[in-house]
């Protein structure tokens, strides 16, 4: 068993940053996100559970980058997530079906995809360690 590579480290401190502030976002204050990001009102229990279980996933990050040995499943199943929110928001922009303002749209996308092709890259760079 190796050491994680710094491509690999990166991602994980990226993943355990994205996923952890959404969580908390989503956990505490899901409708004053959503009325900030401009989009419409809606009953916050929909989704207030996605943040306790991306909070979740942040902590199991930081238990990988601190325990990395026989975490490749985790690693590639958060890069699965990480992809599929990625295609979901693109989806949705290209669609139109999110009426937010641009930014709130464009930068997750920006944030997702980055954080899906880094932690592919992490990856193949620290399969030894995993």
Not at 5 to 17: C, F, H, Q, T
Not at 73 to 93: P, Y
Request: glycine share 10%; aromatic share 12%; net charge positive.
């Amino acid at each position: 068993m190796g050491r994680i590579s710094g491509v690999m480290r990166l991602a994980l401190i990226w993943g355990i940053l994205l996923y952890g502030i959404y969580g908390i976002v989503l956990l505490i204050i899901p409708a004053q996100f959503v009325a900030l990001t401009g989009g419409a009102a809606f009953d916050a229990g929909w989704i207030r559970w996605p943040g306790g279980l991306m909070l979740a996933v942040a902590y199991g990050l930081f238990r990988v980058m601190n325990a990395p040995a026989k975490q490749g499943t985790m690693v590639i199943t958060v890069n699965i997530a990480s992809l599929l929110i990625a295609i979901a928001l693109i989806v949705s922009f290209v669609t139109q079906e999110i009426h937010v303002f641009l930014f709130w749209i464009v930068l997750p996308i920006v944030l997702w995809v980055g954080h899906t092709v880094l932690m592919f890259l992490g990856y193949q760079s620290s399969r030894n360690a995993l």
